[in-house]
């Protein structure tokens, strides 16, 4: 780019050249010839300070040749015209549009789509500007992107029209602040403006402050009109609540109604699983209980609908998907084959295994599916079921037994060699001879005889036991019941094996849980009744944990199998899944649930999924080539989107932050944009002043 | 049996060997080394005619030669007034075979007096010395150096030509005054010490100084020698 000059006459200062010249040819010290009676003295050394000497006159004069070329050029003030890519158009404008395409912007109103109109209102501003302005755009919604840079009018509206309206959050603040930061680097001259095409919801008070816009840049906003939307949002939904609580949602009103009636509907696999009437006050959050829904084990991607007409159908639906593992197959073995089901030696057990357990209303949450088995019948089933591995069971139950069947020792010890876990009572009826002889190899403590609380004397209760025990660990947390409660009046005296481990110890330190490791299996040995009838343990609050951490200890399962609720992800923000290295590597398949279609997707070798982008909210499966659900996630829209209630124009103008216009900071010490182009006499005389100071370093410091 | 008893002065053959080789031609006016030393080599032959010694002068520059045999004379001292004002500096100082012959032909123990700025390849200069000291003579060596050569008292950017080589180079005067004088002085000290080894009696002059103390150094070196 050639420069011009404001002062072209001043080139004519160029004959200053001269000057230094003049001073260097008049003042050079001229070598006078003399005669000297030996010039061995001077040999060498002299030669070499000579040469240094004419190099640093060289130096000298082009320093100062320099410097009065710089002045002269400083005073004649140059210019680039058009400089740094932005043409200095006198009257020229730069306008930054900060365009929302947040799910909030799907609003219908009245007047129609607030999408439609704001892009349109954008589009027109556009056609508007005159070909030599410059636009920028930053998108906001999800994340902030600068769609362009300053770019010409024409380019902008084509970039508009392919711009579509997102289901990501909105951030104002953000994109105006990025609108803003366009300005920072612009050296151009003209109007700067930033115009915001957004509905404007509303944010906190101070929010807006918080924004640093230059004072010179003009900053407006498309009035969209309204003020005010009416809508209605499913805002949250839980299925895995705490323990024992079933699932529940949540829905909100920001309608300014008394009092507004709606269904929610949820469909659990595309069915609809049950519906409930809500009402919804203005303003309100509304917590509707679901119960416990019944999932079988497996994959499932639940939807609740809000059946209602509002300003944003979008957040009336609000997606989860949850994964059911498989439930713990327990075998409780029964030795009193005709009692009544309350008087069966395992009816304890089962019930705090399964409340629904032998009731027509079988609970398919429970995370424990409990068989009833009649000793006379285990050494058969056993035998049957131990080589199926989707029927074998997991953790076997075994009350107290006056007689040990034939064979039951050998099949047991099978079991629990092969990963099974087994856990015996010592109720009135066990005669410990025949248990030390039967059973000796599995039991981790030889068994002795009866010991009963004498009359008069306090019952035993617990006394130390393992809190790391996977059987105790519910009790870590606050609230979650005393086990010291119950009361044993009956025990047997037990001589813990080398290989036994004691859990658990009466109040007086005789064990009352011993546990030992065979081959893959456990075998837990309980010195009490499995009923009441040697201690109250059944009656008491601690029970059932107790019971669902001896049993979920003794099932060795992986993550994924325990795995409860997906993870949710909200709409617009970038999602990353790690699927672990079982999928590492694999290509699997995306889908969303209910749509058609889908897209291949790659997992890296760490088995991280990373960067997936869906368009829309919903439940997603992510699937095998052979079809198998290899991770289910729901990604939902913002709540923060679902609040219409927005501002005006004029109250975002006036409350937004503003900071004092840069003047020359940064490079603009160096240029200045002027009406012309891009001046740079400060550039060139600051050099001037530079060499100046190096001047006499330069003359004075390089030695002779 | 009688004793015969006379008194006889001896006649002591002393050779004046005057430096004529072109740097003796630096200095200017009365400090000029040429002139000085031509002076100094006038009044130290008048002193010896004075005292019944045969002066004799040798000039040596470029060559050497005997321009007046050592003879006691009256009219010996004109002869040397004569030799020395038709002589002219210049060319190089170099021991040629001339008057290594001259000093080869020296018979008797005697007296020498050098007067030169010893500017020449040192060692034949300390040649000399070794070969008179060799033949027995009594030697006196007045160092004459100019005030500018030990001083280097100018200022600016200088052309300097070699009196003898003609060799020219530039030399920033300021700037090198303190090592110029550091190498003359070593230089100086050189000539010295060969002067001590071989038993020579030493004298810097600077031709801005009187005569009188070459005279009285003499005079002192003559004395010694009996």
Known sequence: ?704 | MYVKQFEDDTNVRCQVLLDVSGSMDFGAGDTNKFAYGRLLAAALAYLMVRQHDAPGLVLFGAGGRQVVPPVAARHQAEEIFHALASARPGGVTALGPELLQIVDTIMRRGFAVVISDFFSAEESVFELLRRLHARGQEILVFHVLAPEELELPYEGEFLMEDAETGEEIVVHGESFREEYRTRVEAFCDRVRAECVRYEVEYRRLRTDERLDLALMTYLESRAAYG
Not at chain 1, 69 to 93: D, H, I, Q, T
Not at chain 1, 132 to 155: K, Q
Not at chain 1, 215 to 239: H, M, Q, T, Y
Not at chain 1, 337 to 346: L, N, Y
Request: some cysteine; hydrophobic content about 40%; proline content about 4%.
């Open chain 1, 1 to 704: 780019m050639i420069p011009a000059f404001t002062n072209a006459a001043m080139l004519m200062g160029l004959a200053g050249l001269a000057v230094p010249v003049l001073i260097h040819l008049l003042f050079r010290r001229k070598s006078q010839r003399m005669r000297f009676s030996t010039v061995r003295f001077f040999v060498k050394k002299d030669e070499r300070s000579h040469q240094k000497r004419k190099l640093k006159n060289l130096i000298l004069l082009s320093l100062r040749l320099l410097v009065m070329l710089l002045v002269v050029l400083g005073f004649v003030r140059p210019y680039l015209p058009g400089s740094g890519g932005e043409s200095n158009v006198a009257g020229r404008r730069h306008v930054v549009l900060v365009v929302d395409t947040s799910l909030s912007m799907r609003a219908e109103t009245s007047r129609g789509s607030q999408w439609a109109r704001v892009r349109q209102a954008a589009l027109g501003m556009v056609e508007e500007m005159r070909n030599e302005d410059r636009v920028a755009v930053v998108v906001s919604g999800g994340v902030i992107t600068n769609l362009s840079g300053w770019v010409e009018p024409r380019v902008a509206g084509e970039a508009l029209r392919t711009l579509e309206v997102g289901g990501g959050r909105g951030d104002l603040l953000e994109g105006v602040g990025r609108a803003g930061r366009y300005f920072d680097d612009l050296r151009a001259v003209g109007t700067r403006e930033v115009r915001v095409f957004s509905d404007l919801q509303r944010l906190e008070p101070d929010a807006l402050a918080h924004c640093a816009i230059p004072e010179d840049v003009k900053v407006s906003c498309f009035d969209v009109g309204e003020r005010f939307i009416p809508n209605f949002a499913v805002s949250d939904v839980s299925l895995a609540g705490e323990e024992g609580s079933g699932a529940a949602v949540s829905v909100r009103s920001y309608s300014d109604e008394p009092e507004a009636q709606s269904t929610l509907r949820v469909r659990v696999d595309g069915r609809e699983l049950l519906s409930r009437d809500v009402r919804l006050g203005a303003g309100a959050t509304s917590q509707v209980a679901l119960g416990q829904l019944p999932f079988e084990p497996g994959w499932h991607s639940v939807a609740v609908e809000l059946a209602i007409r509002d300003g944003l159908l979008a957040d009336n639906t609000r997606y989860q998907t949850v994964y059911r593992p498989e439930p713990v197959r327990v075998w409780a073995v029964e030795t009193r084959a005709d009692a009544r089901v309350f008087q069966e030696a395992t009816f304890f057990l089962r019930t705090a295994l399964d409340p629904s357990v032998d009731t027509t209303n079988r609970n398919t949450a429970s995370a424990f599916r409990v068989t009833k088995v009649p000793l006379a019948r285990l050494v058969g089933e056993l035998e049957r079921d131990l080589s199926e591995v989707r029927r074998r069971p997991e953790v076997l139950f075994v009350s107290s037994m006056r007689d040990i069947p034939n064979g039951l020792g050998a099949i047991l010890m099978r079991h629990v060699s092969e990963g099974g876990g087994l856990v015996m009572f010592l109720g009135e009826a066990v005669r410990s001879s025949i248990y030390n002889r039967e059973l000796g190899g599995l039991l981790p403590a030889g068994i002795g005889e009866m010991e009963v609380i004498a009359a008069g004397e306090m019952p035993w209760r617990v006394g130390a036991f393992d809190k790391r025990s996977a059987m105790f660990e519910a009790f870590l947390k606050p609230n979650s019941g005393d086990v010291r409660l119950a009361e044993f009046y009956g025990r047997r005296g037990l001589v813990t094996s080398q290989e036994g481990r004691t859990v658990a110890e009466f109040d007086d330190g005789a064990p009352l849980i011993v546990e030992k490791s065979v081959g893959a299996g456990r075998v837990v040995l309980v010195n009490t009744s499995e009923d009441l009838r040697m201690g109250d343990w059944p009656r008491h609050k601690s029970y059932v944990p107790w019971v669902h951490g001896l049993a979920s200890g003794l099932v060795r399962r992986t993550g994924e199998e325990a795995a409860r609720v997906a993870p949710g992800y909200v709409l617009g923000e970038e999602i990353d899944l790690d699927l672990g290295g079982r999928y590492a590597g694999q290509t699997l398949r995306l889908e969303r649930e209910g749509k058609d279609g889908g897209v291949e997707v790659q997992v890296a070798s760490s088995g991280w999924l990373k960067d997936l982008a869906v368009g829309e909210a919903g439940s997603y499966r992510i699937r095998t080539t052979k079809g198998e659900d290899a991770f289910r996630f729901s990604v939902n829209v913002d709540p923060n989107e679902s609040d219409l209630s927005l501002m005006s124009p004029a109250e975002v103008e006036t409350r937004l932050g503003r900071v004092p216009a840069q003047v020359n900071t940064g490079f603009g010490v160096w240029v200045e944009s002027t009406g012309r182009g891009q001046e740079f006499w400060r550039a060139l005389l600051w050099a001037a002043l530079a060499l100046l100071v190096l001047e006499p370093l330069v003359a004075n410091r390089m030695t002779a």
